[in-house]
């Protein structure tokens, strides 16, 4: 399940680090990884709550339920950045629990007001049990960035969410880590360090590559982190091919030339190339059904005819058995040469 992005055009340069790059819809694919990577996102970020949810059973994206829960959101098109899943748990007081998501990309004004309106409005709507994490994938966090305090003349609310901060997450821990959510975290670090630094970023990128095949993840899992890196980690044009040499040289080695498409190809042409492949898949599958109509088409006939065969002998069999007609008058009635006539007769006489 990959989301579309889309990337506006702009005039740039063909320098080796240019600072001018095009927008890039971060949100948009937050929010696919978010839900893709719902289980390993859980264990990686909370691991307590994931202790108590059955991933047995899917959790419900609650998209129609969050349109009308945040209508502004929806109006603005910026949708893509919250989900709100109702998560089956294995036991205890809830059989399911509302958990609400929100990744941060960059530094907005009164986000913690916002998040807290979001709580209430899920409490009116949904009931008590739900829980919010925001990831705050940015490098610039607001003061305080998990909580929302309120506090006029005797009435004070303090609303705390839980939290992951990409800032603080450490390089050595990501790495080790068998998560393949970890290296979305470092996916966002990367990029916060190679702002201006797009050949280190495209060593950083091939890395994250190998790391993922490395791992060995479930290959649907390897292609959605693909395309997550591959349009997050922009690189300029002269940069973007170097970058494709490489790649495609080790992926050559690892015979992954399928998966090396999803690195190199924009979802677009991802499509447009599978869609070409399943044509010709069809395509094929209809010359052969037809080979094969024309194959059983040319039995039948075949087999029409020997019965036709057969059926003119067994006449001609009677015709000598039954009287005395000379042979030149049972070819003629036949349709068949005199000596074939002959033959038959000769082969009754013997028996």
């Known amino acids: 399940m990959i989301n579309n992005f889309k990337i ?31 289980e390993p996102m859980t264990k990686f970020v909370m691991p307590e709550l994931a202790a108590d949810i059955d991933f047995s059973k899917a959790p419900e994206f609650l998209k129609e339920e969050l349109a009308k829960i945040m209508p502004e959101q929806t109006a603005k098109g910026r949708m893509s950045i919250d989900k709100l899943f109702k998560v089956p748990m294995k036991n205890g007081e809830y059989e399911h629990i509302f958990f ?46 998990d909580r929302y305090v309120y506090d006029f ?10 939290t992951y901060l990409v800032r603080d997450a450490d390089e050595d821990e990501l790495l080790k880590s068998d998560n393949i959510f970890a290296l979305v975290i470092l996916t966002c670090k990367y990029i916060n360090q190679t702002k201006n630094d797009f050949d280190l970023r495209r060593k950083f990128k091939l890395k ?4 993922a095949f490395e791992r060995g993840y479930p290959k649907e899992y390897i292609r959605e982190l693909f395309q997550f890196i591959n349009i997050l980690m922009y690189l300029p044009p002269k940069i973007k091919q170097k970058f494709e040499r490489e790649a495609h040289q080790e992926f050559k080695q690892k015979n992954m030339t399928d998966e ?5 190809l924009d979802k677009a042409e991802v499509h447009a190339m599978k869609a ?59 349709g068949i040469s005199v000596e074939e006539v002959l033959k038959i007769k000769a082969e009754i006489d013997e028996k």
Do not use: C
Not at 23 to 29: E, L, S, T, V
Not at 109 to 130: L, Q, T, V
Not at 137 to 144: E, F, G, K, L, V
């Open 8 to 38: 506006k055009k702009v005039k740039m340069d063909e320098s080796e680090n240019q600072s001018q790059t095009p927008y890039i819809d971060y949100d948009g694919q937050w929010k696919n990884i978010v839900e893709v990577f719902f």
């Open 100 to 145: 609400h998501v929100e990744v941060e990309s960059q530094l907005k004004a009164n986000f913690p007001e916002k998040n807290f309106k979001y709580f209430y409005r899920i409490f009116d709507s949904k009931g008590k049990a739900i829980t919010a994490l925001v990831i705050y994938a940015s490098d610039r966090i607001p003061t305080p960035h």
């Open 153 to 162: 003349r005797g009435t004070r609310l303090v609303y705390e969410f839980n």
């Open 208 to 211: 994250l590559f190998r790391l």
């Open 260 to 264: 090396y498409q999803y690195l190199v």
């Open 276 to 334: 070409e492949v399943e044509l010709q898949k069809k395509e094929a599958e209809a010359q052969k059904k037809k080979a094969e109509a024309q194959k059983k088409k040319a039995e039948l006939q075949k087999k029409e005819a020997e019965a036709q065969i057969k059926a003119r002998i067994n006449i001609i069999r009677n015709l000598i058995s039954s009287t005395s007609m000379p042979a030149t008058e049972i070819a003629k009635i036949a």
